[in-house]
């Protein structure tokens, strides 16, 4: 029992990673560089959770035409 509560206690303690996916190149870059934008000032504006460091993961789908 005490190991898996310390084992709990290590995931809990470390940092947050989100990521996301979206158009930053070709047809469709108008609508995924806004939402890159609005991510990023999100995490401008919380960068913390509950004591985790929040990091952000991105991916350009690159799609193109």
């Given at each position: 029992m005490?190991?898996?509560a310390l084992t709990a206690a290590s995931t809990w303690a470390a940092d947050l990673k989100?990521?996301?996916i979206t158009?930053?190149?070709g047809p469709v870059s108008s609508l995924g560089i806004?939402?890159?934008k609005g991510m990023k000032a999100?995490?401008?504006y919380k960068s913390e959770l509950g004591g985790r460091k929040i990091h952000l993961?991105?991916?350009d789908d690159a799609l193109s035409s």
């Open positions: 005490g190991v898996a989100v990521g996301f158009s930053l190149s806004p939402y890159d999100a995490l401008a993961i991105q991916l």
